[in-house]
């Protein structure tokens, strides 16, 4: 069974902080995707990575595919309130599997 | 606004019940995707339908079912409802066969209470 482990699990931060947020495996994964939850909404989709060692930027956010593409990472640059929420990174498994493996998630909260 | 709605939004019954829940997904797609999704467990994916065909299995009870209708929509019947069923189920969507590079788009969820 593929796992995502993802860490940590709650993080509270000022307004204006940066941050990280990991995403690990043992796993390898043809691509990994991150999201973004608010509560009572469904997650949606912030970026998928697909090549190892892959860096993707949307505003202040920084997301980074491992070498191996075992593991991810996501970086938020001077937080803002609007920030807050619960991210989640899901793997798609190599071999064709249409199976996404979500981790549990990290529950950011900025405050302001 | 995801495109995705699901029905309804809140739902309590009671254990040994039978629900529905309803998805209808973005115009266009042809690939739904059930999740549920609770505290300890996080996110899982239940099973994935494409043009009415099942199309994937992930971690989904025998007692629960799906179907997709020929025009697209999507129900999951949950039956003999137990305590621990309690949670939000949300329904996705996505153009075709998921790859490289699809997007899923979630719908607002429904979340269900067993008591």
């Known amino acids: 069974t593929q796992l995502l482990e993802q860490s940590p699990q709650f993080l509270s931060i000022q307004e204006g902080e940066n941050l990280t947020v990991y995403c690990n495996s043992s796993?390898?994964?043809?691509?990994l995707q991150w999201y973004r939850q608010e509560p009572g909404e469904g997650p949606v989709l912030l970026v998928t990575v697909v090549t190892g060692g892959e860096v993707k930027k949307l505003k202040r956010l920084t997301f980074q595919f491992g070498d191996a593409r075992k593991d991810s990472s996501l970086h938020i640059t001077a937080a803002q309130p609007g920030d807050t929420g619960l991210y989640l990174c899901a793997g798609e498994s190599q071999g064709g599997s249409e199976k996404l493996v979500f981790g549990k998630g990290t529950k950011l909260t900025v405050n302001p | 606004d995801s495109g995705v709605t699901q029905t309804p939004k809140h739902l309590i019954t009671a254990t040994g019940q039978r629900v529905t829940l309803r998805c209808s997904p973005r115009s266009g797609d042809l690939s739904v995707y059930w999740y549920q999704q609770s505290l300890d467990q996080g996110l899982q994916f239940l099973i994935q339908?494409?043009?009415?065909?099942?199309?994937a299995k992930g971690n989904i009870l025998e007692r629960f079912s799906a179907q997709q209708f020929p025009d697209l929509h999507s129900e999951l019947n949950l039956s003999s409802l137990e305590l621990g069923d309690s949670a939000l189920y949300f329904c996705a969507s996505s153009v075709g066969i998921r790859g490289k590079g699809e997007t899923q788009y979630f719908g607002p969820g429904t979340r269900l209470l067993v008591l």
């Open positions: 339908y494409y043009n009415g065909e099942e199309r």
């Open positions: 796993s390898v994964f043809s691509s």
